[in-house]
């Protein structure tokens, strides 16, 4: 019988109905006109609460605004509202519940499962209609009916206030229940949960007024009548005097026995047993007034439940064993008929008749509350009351129906990073900070009110209604350093498009990519090259380049090479481009492309690129256009000789369309990481077949089933590798999201895939983000920005910017390796990107969120501002060592002199880095950001540098040579790593393309 209340309000929206428009996409278009007017965006499940609550139904295949309004409309469900929601739920209704608002129409951003040209709500977001009628009459408590007055709403608990349970014809209203209770000779009468009515001769157990407010059920058989609610009686009192005598039980108990024989498998009767004394000893209830001992027992056996137990002649119950401290009693208290069978016993009031499957009937004690033996540094901290209006204390709920117990609930709130944990209706784990208990109107109450048993754990307390039995956790648990020097924003030149990617190149150029088609300029070109020297003078400053198709996936080599589009052949397309020229000198370069000779041999829409140790390039999924069939396979380019050589990879195929740009990244075995969706595995790099499955990837606090590719879109990195490299390498992801509600997470995860019995750790960040961006610096720290604290990746799918930078560190202890940084003013959403500098600055550009208000205009512009983060290290005053060096094209394991010139400190604490030229685009950087801290030695001021070791280590290609003076690092040098054994420089033999040489 546990319900959350439902409080209702009579009103028609107050704002104007529009005509009957979908909204849609910025990549569809309908519309349709019909009776029914759309009245926006309203929240939902406030405070538990649910907006619209008369009818519901779910389809997570074919949900429609057309599906929803018609089951809204039709026979018995003709109500006046209709609305969607998580794209797959329809709610109707004739009343709002209390607390809903209007919100703005782009929080309602979800595609209907049924039709993605249609929005259907979103998470805790309703799209609701009207069908421009009038509201019924709102729902009252009846104030009397013939001789019955109201009493008033009074509290009711397993202890009843009315002893005497009773069977109605058809559904309950007010009416029915006080007119069975006078035929059984009874002088109250009273209506809970909707569909219960209780009879007795006086009101027991300390049962006394309760706020009217808490009465707020809707009676199952009169929507215009309130009949209770959870743990709320409805109470009624009958003025004159009954001259029937109260019947105890229906049909004469002479007449009616347990059942002992011919029942089914091997259920044997086990007894009557008091129920309720200390509340109920059995949950998982199901009634129906045609109940049978035989018909109770086929639903809990189908239920796989070893005992089955009825009372109150129609109510079944089911459970493996009987808490709070049930006690047999007599056959006697057991004497009323079963409704679908007279001669039947099932149960009495407060009495059950007791079966079971194997013979064995197991009571437990009373519960009590868990105080001691808790896990880790978690103590009891009281019983915590709800608000009675607003919002929940603690966002994140766990709803375990069968297996809620206080150590579980505690270690996964531990697990995540959440300081508090409460308990609550038995089944509910909540996690959260303390901080919220304040901000929410939490309260704490006497303990006694926490007196619901854990739904798998049944001698201990978990809560009770709107009581949260709940702990704290007695240490530090989460440490995000707040230094005092934390870097800045600084706004660097005004851009002329949105990039989907920004690639430094070896010319120190920043090369700019945008998506056809979405400029806010007739004539852009999609293609710029922008010269960091000259960012005082705009004119200069830029340079047009040109791609004849649209751009996706991008990979430096020893040229820059894009690879897929957006539809078409550009899906197919192959583009390259060698940088030239030099600073404050144009180079005459630009991107060749000729989708007729050199084309993947799949088209691609989101896939991923990875330089192999070979020197190819592995290019993996994506779909064969936006939004269009999975293309849940691998190519390597140059196309190796022979027909076609794609290879199919089923749980791509599987998990598609969450795993869009999936990770990437060379292991130092030679193996290859790849992580999609939720799941990650190694791979064979020559077969590709899968050499180890890793342990799923954990998600939010409350949903496994959260993504970290897009849509779901979170970043991925390499963590440092430090000469020898004899240890396993780690992969962080941070943010993402979780399916259907859309909530950002809040956490980073790492793992090393190659140790031994590889586990990911959870690291909980200071705020939630989806769409991040990771920056490796060239200390081994990295910069995460950008990015919503709601939403997946896409046109107009997320709200809330988060404007604020952190730092990683992964050489600080778990718990304690994030810093807050600084925050800008510029909302950087959907394709935004950041990207390192020659100089150790990250360039930060880009958003295109197309997310839109009602008349049209901009929620979030189209961002064409470029600014550049300035990290702590370069924040400090401190001058910038120098370096010089005169060979750039190192050999694997070869070892290379430069000259350093540092201005704080000794070669003694200085320290050498390679950062790995990448390029990322939502969110993903290709090839994982590697960094390398090659061994070195110096003498005097020459100091001479180790390359690393084999391409596992260091697949071939261009890194970006730092030394670092203290905390400052250096402007960067190229230099190229393990040469070009894969002859890209050759290649392709086409005549329209410039071969660099290798």
Known sequence: MVGLTTSLIWIIPSLTATAFAYRFPSHHLHRRETTWTALGCWTDNVGGVRTLSAATYTDTVNMTIESCVNFCSTGSNAYIYAGVEYAQECYCGNYFASGATNVSSSDCNMDCTGNAAEFCGAGNRLDILWNGAEPPAAPILVPTVGNWSLLGCYNDSATRALTYGIGVTGSVTVESCTATCYNAGYSYAGMEYADECYCGLTIENNSGPAPNTDCDMTCAGNSSEYCGGPYRLSMYNYTQAITTSPVVNPIDSSTVSPVTSGLTGNWTYGGCYVDGLNGRV???????????????????????????????????????????????????????????????????????SVYSSNGNITLLPVPVLQTTNLPGQWGYKGCLAEPSTGARIFRYENEWTTNNTVDACLNQCAAFGYPVAGLEYGVQCFCGDVSDIAANGGSYVSDSQCNMACSGDPIHLCGAGNRLSTYYWNGTMNTWNTPANTGYYEFLIGGLVVPLIATVGINNKVTFLEKHGTSVYANSTGAYELDLSLVNN???????????????????????????????????????????????????????????????????????????????????GGESGSNASPQPSLEILPKPPGGDTVITLDYLQRTDPN????????????????????????????????????????????????????????????LPQHAPYTDSIEVLICGGSTIGAAIALDNCISIAP???????????????????????????????????????????????????????????????????????????????????????????????????????????????????????????????????????????????????????????????????????THGNVMSGGRIIFPAFSCSGNTCTITAPPNAYVSPPGWQQLFILDGPTPSHSAWVRIGGDPAQLGNWPDYPDFTRPGV
């Open 282 to 352: 059995l949950g998982n209830e199901y009634d129906n007034s045609t109940m049978t001992v035989q018909s109770c027992i086929a639903n809990c056996a189908g239920q796989n439940f070893t005992i089955a137990a009825i009372e109150y002649s129609t109510q079944c119950f089911c459970g493996d064993y009987l808490i709070n401290g049930a006690t047999i009693a007599t056959d006697s208290g057991c004497n009323m008929a079963c409704g679908g069978n007279p001669t039947e016993a099932c149960g009495g009031p407060n009495r059950l």
């Open 754 to 920: 190659e140790a031994p019995n590889p586990t990911w750790t959870v690291e909980r960040m200071p705020s939630q983000r989806v769409m991040p961006c990771i920056t490796t610096l060239p200390d081994g720290t990295y910069l995460i920005l950008n990015g919503a604290h709601q939403g997946v990746a896409g046109f107009g799918l997320a709200t809330d910017p988060n404007l604020s930078a952190i730092l990683y560190d992964p050489s600080q202890p778990i718990g304690q390796r994030f810093s807050i940084l600084n925050n800008t003013i510029v909302a950087r959403l959907y394709h935004s990107e950041a990207t390192l500098l020659p100089d150790g600055r990250v360039l930060v550009s880009g958003s295109d969120p197309q997310t839109y208000y009602p008349n049209g205009s901009f929620v979030y512009p189209e961002e064409m501002r470029i600014e550049v983060y300035i990290p702590p290290y370069l924040n400090s005053g401190l001058r910038q060592p120098e370096f010089t060096i005169a060979e750039t094209d190192w050999e694997l394991g070869g070892q290379y002199s430069i000259t350093v010139t540092l201005f704080q400190g000794t070669t003694s604490t200085m320290r050498v880095s390679l950062v790995a030229a990448s390029s990322s």
């Open 538 to 620: 705009y004119q200069l400053a830029w340079r047009e380049m040109h791609v004849q198709t649209d751009a996706r996936t991008y990979i430096g080599t020893i040229r820059q090479i894009n690879i897929g589009g957006w539809s078409l052949s550009s899906t197919f397309g192959v583009r390259l481009y060698m940088p030239d020229g030099s600073a404050g000198v144009n180079g005459t370069n630009d991107w060749e492309e000729n989708v007729n000779e050199l084309t993947l041999q799949r088209g691609r829409w989101y896939p991923t690129a990875m330089m192999m140790p070979n020197g190819s390039i592995l290019v993996v």
């Open 659 to 718: 795993n869009l740009y999936p990770f990437l990244m060379v292991l130092p075995s030679g193996r290859f990481f790849i992580g999609y969706y939720n799941e990650a595995r190694i791979l064979d790099p020559v077969t590709f077949d899968t050499v180890t499955v890793l342990p799923n990837m954990p998600g939010a606090v409350n949903n496994f089933l959260a993504g970290r590719t897009y849509p779901m879109e979170g970043s991925a990195v390499l």
